[in-house]
């Protein structure tokens, strides 16, 4: 099957994968490709305006990888459940529907088991490729969520005497590295 829009894909993506919950257990949905706000942020789901959750993937999501897409949206399907079901966040009641179907690790970054792989496949194949050219952030000098990439991150700095660590910013490692209070010059660690 072939689908001229990404929005077509994943509307379609949505109804196979809305039989695994509860009848009536989803709201009305839009799903789209938008940015998303934090940096490492793959989808997001709105709750209703005007009764309909919208669900925005990331751009950087990579089509050839399906499947993962796939367990991405389902993330969000939970959310959308859980307007539903009287529930919003990642709490328990989340991590008892997310892990009810398939989705493992953290709460707040699932993934598929390999068993949900399994029952993601076929809806993969069925959809054929994500019509979508993913947008590669990091070349852009922006993160995941087309937010500038921090650059002033401190150095990590170490006595090769006793081992004593602390952090200093780029700008004063190049005026030149402090010294230990063992006495000793201090380097640049890894």
Not at 65 to 85: P, W
Request: aromatic share 6%; charged share 20%; net charge negative.
């Amino acid at each position: 099957m072939t689908h001229e829009t990404r929005e077509a894909w994943l509307l379609e993506a949505v109804q196979q994968m809305a039989v695994w919950f509860p009848e009536g257990g989803l709201p009305k949905l839009q799903v789209s490709v938008g940015v998303q706000s934090g940096a490492s942020t793959l989808a997001t789901c709105f709750y209703p305006v005007e009764d309909v959750c919208n669900i925005f993937v990331s751009p950087a999501l990579k089509p050839e990888e399906a499947t993962r897409l796939l367990d991405v949206l389902l993330h969000e399907l939970v959310h959308a459940h859980g307007h539903v079901a009287g529930f919003n966040g990642h709490g328990k009641e989340f991590g008892a529907v997310a892990r009810d179907l398939g989705l493992t690790g953290k709460n707040t970054a699932t993934v598929a088991s390999e068993e949900l792989i399994e029952r993601l496949q076929p809806i993969a194949q069925h959809l054929g490729e994500f019509p979508h050219k993913p947008m590669d952030l990091a070349e852009t000098g922006l993160g995941p969520s087309g937010k500038p990439k921090q650059t002033t991150r401190q150095r990590k700095s170490q006595c090769p005497s006793c081992g004593y660590t602390a952090r200093i910013a780029k700008k004063w490692m190049d005026m030149g590295m402090p010294t230990c209070p063992c006495g000793t010059l201090m380097e640049e660690a890894e």
